[in-house]
């Protein structure tokens, strides 16, 4: 079985930077899109960046454009998502998931309803 092991969170400033990793343990899988996702409480899961595993094509919310990038190592199955600039409302946990489903339309892993393997979540607090 395979999970995905999210790690890198943690307190930092505004303006300051984190890098999140998310890798697969166990059985590994190329999966055709591997995303992140952020949670507040009382909110619902918020698409932040998505990845397709073969061929690299990147999207990235607008709320994170120009700051956050994810990134793929193919080799060690692990998924990046380098974060600059953050700010408070950045604050979240934050969800590695993979996608066993092909769709033409990329649109398709910007909703939680793609992906079927979740990690555990990693908690991301930006505080002055």
């Known amino acids: 079985q395979v999970q995905l092991v999210e790690s890198g969170g943690g307190s930092v400033q505004p303006g300051g930077s984190l890098r999140l990793s998310c890798a697969q343990s166990g059985r590994t899988f190329d999966y055709y899109f591997m995303g992140w996702f952020r949670q507040t409480p009382g909110k619902e899961r918020e698409f932040v960046a998505a990845i397709s595993w073969r061929g690299g094509s990147t999207y990235h919310a607008d709320s994170v454009k120009g700051r956050f990038t994810i990134s793929r190592d193919n080799g060690k199955y692990t998924v990046f998502l380098q974060m600059n600039g953050l700010k408070p409302e950045d604050t979240a946990v934050y969800y590695c998931?993979?996608?066993?489903?092909?769709?033409?339309?990329?649109?398709?892993?910007?909703?939680?309803?793609?992906?079927?393997?979740w990690g555990q979540g990693t908690q991301v607090t930006v505080s002055s």
């Open positions: 998931a993979a996608s066993t489903r092909y769709r033409r339309s990329a649109y398709y892993y910007a909703g939680t309803d793609g992906y079927d393997v």
